[in-house]
């Protein structure tokens, strides 16, 4: 495994928090404890879809040892949460919507006692007709989950005359594709601690994505001020958009406040994956024409999604599926249209690439039957349709100047895996190897004129260490190594000059979301913004303090430096003489098109990826030899966290496409926990992942590294289901890609066993 890079991020560098994770003395925040504390438990749901007659938890409360009882009628403020729109009940009051539905939270001395509370609640239901299927959902005569009806959102593209269009192809695809329901699966499950303060505000210790945002929203419930809210979160846990929405903040707020003693919540993995958010299900109708020479004329797409029973961040993912389904093509004809169903199948939202993966993984597939039917070269037809440096964005929105898709195309052709096209390696007779590839974009930011505010503040501390406080969250996707990577880069200084704070909303200013691949470019632009004044004052300070002109005075380690190279006066001499402090703040929105219409993103990163796979017809199972992606996303600042990204997507990605599918039966989860959900182990990551780091961006492109934490999760599906293609002959429209579906493909089209 290794990562090919030519132009920046020479220096590979343990995390700033990679020692303390490896000795395990950085805790889990559901690790935490505190004194008196209690334990919190929720009543959820049995039902996928029913109406609340009524609830009783007489008997509960008079159970010793339980310290507190909350329904719908104990909520002082807002009942409901929901990032784009409050739609989701904190506690139903007279319906539910999905199995997972809360309905009463109980804190207690033990978790025993608090199990005992919640089998003491009595609810009678009215059950419902449960709608699973969003297709039906949308007809007129189906059931309604919400007054407002089953349709969420509704999102079109257009551009050209898809029928004009269509009239003068020669080869029309018209093709179904479904994907299913993907788990985050990530380390520690929601859960954390929520600790009353004396002014009647809040701590809250959990997971999360944006902490001021959790802020507001809690604000909101509680009927208090956000300033007597702090959120404080951890490099620890994963997250890959699962933990951008709230979960189970509200009840631990609640039960904190109404007992006065801090209260842990934590979910188990089958709680997690019953009340959790999933990826999108998409069912995508899509009809694709060309000319005979391999030029696409005509390009029309239907997307129905799933987004479950809650909009969370569903309509913004729609927009993406939307913005992503034609790819980093310039078609002249398109017709793209989606729409996203209410139904009782739990609910689903932000996943790491936000619909694109689905999307994608139907546009290549259509591309490579053009290609077959056209007797054409695969990635030939790619070239011959992809877009130019100064073309338009996917929504026909200006976009900055890139030439990403043609060269991370180009580096892919001349991958080892691309050689092996055509040359059987097979180990007997029963494995079939192949090789595939697919190319994607994805954005950065959150687009579509939704505020996207980004900002930072640096300071000099009086222990003689610059500070540099971010509104952003570590996840486990490296952020810190990119802020000290950044800051050493600016300042010329040393680690140990620096003291980097994120993750606590009463310590940092507001940065917006660590969502949308958004985060590396923010902080790189904070920082050039921030760096020419910063500068000026330490200078200036210094200037003053050593009486020497500030032309002879330059940043170093530990200090200000004279042009001689010597330390003239340490950091922490200037500040123990500053008359006020030294402090740059900046605010500016995160880079969007300026077009008016679409409002679409302005930054995108390009993929290239490559696949090499050996197929065993016997028992169906896919084996991933090789896989490796060429990125183009500007500056690496990182090496070792970019090559940990994309391969860590890469990994994602083939459990995605081969094995992972939280299986659902009338808004019932089959798949309640890992032994019936199956995740890549180590055993099956390919000895090969190689990461070619396309590092050159255009003259004039102020905007420095693009994101790359979902990048590597997009094409990599449509370029293993075209490996089993070139493998076996099978080409699938559907994920995942499962030994099953392969022996049942296999069997009906090759007739028995011994002729495969």
């Not at 300070?541 to 940043?555: E, K, M, R, T, W």
Request: charged share 20%.
């Amino acid at each position: 495994m290794h990562i090919s890079r030519k132009v920046y991020g020479e220096n590979w560098k343990f995390r700033p928090d990679g020692v303390e994770k490896v000795k395990g003395s950085l805790k889990y925040l559901t690790d935490l404890s505190f004194p008196d504390m209690l334990v919190g438990k929720v009543l959820r749901s049995c039902h996928a879809h029913a109406r609340i007659k009524s609830i009783n938890t007489d008997k509960a409360k008079q159970l010793n040892g339980l310290y507190a009882v909350l329904t719908f009628e104990d909520i002082p403020g807002l009942n409901g949460f929901g990032i784009v729109e409050p739609d989701q009940p904190v506690f139903c009051e007279d319906k539910v919507r999905y199995i997972g539905d809360a309905i009463a939270a109980v804190a207690a001395e033990s978790s025993i006692i608090a199990e005992k509370a919640l089998a003491l609640i009595r609810v009678e239901y009215e059950v419902l007709p449960v709608i699973d299927d969003p297709e039906a959902a949308i007809t007129p005569e189906a059931p309604q989950i919400h007054n407002k009806g089953n349709i969420l959102h509704q999102y079109s593209h257009k551009q050209g005359n898809i029928v004009e269009g269509f009239k003068d192809c020669e080869i029309i695809i018209e093709e179904t594709y479904t994907t299913q329901r993907q788990i985050h699966a990530y380390m520690e499950t929601e859960g954390g601690v929520v600790v009353p303060e004396s002014d009647g505000g809040i701590t809250v210790y959990m997971g999360t994505q944006h902490g001021y945002f959790d802020r507001f929203q809690l604000s909101r419930i509680l009927n208090i001020h956000e300033n007597k809210i702090r959120v404080v979160s951890s490099p620890m846990g994963g997250s890959f958009g699962g933990k951008d929405e709230l979960n189970v903040q509200p009840y631990g707020a609640l039960l904190a406040l109404k007992t006065g003693f801090p209260v842990k919540i934590h979910n188990s993995r089958k709680e997690s994956i019953r009340e959790g958010l999933k990826r999108h299900p998409m069912r995508i109708y899509m009809r694709t024409g060309a000319n005979k020479y391999g030029n696409v004329l005509a390009h029309s797409v239907k997307i129905i999604a799933d987004t479950g029973a809650y909009s969370t961040l569903g309509s913004a993912v729609l927009e993406c599926a939307v913005e992503n389904a034609s790819g980093p093509y310039r078609f002249p004809n398109v017709h793209i249209e989606g729409v996203s169903a209410f139904t009782n199948n739990g609910v689903s939202g932000e996943f790491r690439g936000f619909g694109s993966p689905q999307v994608v993984f139907a546009l290549e597939g259509q591309l490579d039957r053009l290609a077959e039917k056209l007797n054409m070269d695969p990635i030939k037809l790619r070239e011959q349709n992809i877009r130019k440096i100064d073309d338009l964005g996917p929504l026909d929105q200006t976009i900055i100047p890139t030439n990403g898709a043609f060269e991370a195309l180009e580096a892919i052709k001349q991958s080892k895996i691309i050689s092996l096209k055509g040359k059987k390696t097979e180990r007997n007779k029963w494995k079939k190897t192949g090789v595939g590839c697919a190319i994607t974009l994805l954005g950065s930011g959150l687009g579509r004129g939704i505020p996207d505010p980004g900002g930072g503040r640096l300071s000099l501390n009086i222990d003689g260490r610059i500070e540099a406080s971010f509104g952003v969250e570590e996840i486990g996707q490296g952020i810190l190594s990119v802020i000290e990577t950044l800051l050493v880069k600016a300042f010329n200084c040393q680690r140990n000059d620096l003291q980097i704070v994120i993750g606590d909303t009463e310590l940092v200013p507001p940065s917006g979301s660590t969502t949308a691949s958004r985060s590396t470019t923010m902080i790189w632009l904070a920082i050039e913004r921030m760096k020419k004044p910063f500068v000026e004052q330490i200078l200036k300070a210094a200037s003053h303090i050593i009486g020497c002109p500030i032309d002879q005075l330059n940043l170093g380690p530990g200090g200000i430096w004279r042009e001689d190279n010597q330390l003239e006066i340490s950091y922490q001499q200037i500040a123990s003489q500053l008359e006020e402090p030294l402090v740059v703040n900046v605010n500016f929105p995160y880079p969007h098109s300026s077009d008016a219409i679409q409002k679409g993103r302005y930054l995108y990163s390009f993929a290239a990826v490559a696949a090499h796979v050996e197929v065993d017809v016997l028992t169906g199972k896919v084996r991933i030899l090789g896989l490796d992606q060429a990125v183009a996303a500007g500056p690496v600042i990182s090496p070792m966290g970019y090559l940990g990204q994309i391969e860590g997507s890469g990994v994602m990605s083939i459990g995605y496409t081969l094995t992972e599918d939280c299986v659902m039966e009338r808004g019932e989860y089959v798949s309640k926990n890992f032994d019936t959900y199956f995740i890549p182990t180590i055993c099956d990551i390919p000895l090969e992942m190689n990461v070619e780091a396309i590092e050159t961006i255009q003259p004039g492109d102020i905007y420095g590294p693009k994101g790359i934490g979902e990048i590597g999760t997009v094409a990599v599906a449509p370029a293993i289901a075209s490996a089993v293609h070139n493998a076996i002959g099978f080409r699938c429209n559907q994920l995942p890609v499962s030994s099953e579906l392969i022996l049942r493909a296999t069997e009906k089209e090759r007739g028995r066993w011994g002729e495969i």
